[in-house]
T-cell receptor, first 116, second 115 residues
């Protein structure tokens, strides 16, 4: 497809388990963003990649959260030792530019993570 | 600190009428961009419209227009001729040079279109 693809669409895990969320951006898009969206709230920035370089990870809530984009395309957000407060929708977005703020971001459908 | 404020948790509009969704922002950066996104119940975030801080004219995209009042730091979204399919959450967002790569989102406004 032509859009941003995220998988899985839904993920249920037990507290303490590790999870990995995948994002496949639009082909050719330089910028990739991860957001966390709690129920009834706006998305909160987690991290940003320009190609394979992670230029901003200031939004990651703890060192249990780790993101990578090794070849500058597909990205994975990993959460270790999950806790109940990690339950949220995780959104991935990509944009064509290399850092200019005028470009809109194109979002995937998100992964809804539920920690039991 | 940069901030987006959306003061209307929910709004109702009659089908075919116009509606304005409010957004105010706070930034000390003279160069920034403002965005509106739509999020239906299915969850995807859909880009609607963009306004740059140096743009002289208000942005328009089809039935969407942005009422940009720079001195008031407001960027209200106007939807004309509302349709049932416009029922969704609407988020105002901002990105700036000093904000780095972050996009700051407001809490959102849920719009209900009545038949």
């Amino acid at each position: 497809g032509a859009g941003v693809s995220q998988s899985p669409r839904y993920k249920v895990a037990k507290r303490g388990q590790d999870v990995a969320l995948r994002c496949d951006p639009i082909s050719g898009h330089v910028s990739l963003f991860w957001y966390q969206q709690a129920l009834g709230q706006g998305p909160e920035f987690l991290t940003y990649f320009q190609n394979e370089a992670q230029l901003d990870k200031s939004g990651l809530p703890s060192d249990r959260f780790f993101a990578e984009r090794p070849e500058g395309s597909v990205s994975t957000l990993k959460i270790q030792r999950t806790q109940q407060e990690d339950s949220a929708v995780y959104l991935c977005a990509s944009s064509l530019d290399g850092g200019g703020f005028a470009q809109p971001q194109h979002f995937g459908d998100g992964t809804r993570l539920s920690i039991l | 600190a940069q901030k987006i404020t959306q003061t209307q948790p929910g709004m109702f509009v009659q089908e075919k009428e116009a509606v304005t969704l409010d957004c105010t922002y706070d930034t000390s950066d003279p160069s920034y961009g403002l965005f509106w996104y739509k999020q239906p119940s299915s969850g995807e975030m859909i880009f609607l419209i963009y306004q740059g801080s140096y743009d002289q004219q208000n942005a328009t995209e089809g039935r969407y227009s942005l009422n940009f009042q720079k001195a008031r730091k407001s960027a209200n979204l106007v939807i004309s001729a509302s349709q049932l399919g416009d029922s969704a959450m609407y988020f105002c967002a901002m990105r700036s040079n000093t904000g780095g790569f972050k996009t700051i989102f407001g809490a959102g406004t849920r719009l209900f279109v009545k038949a």
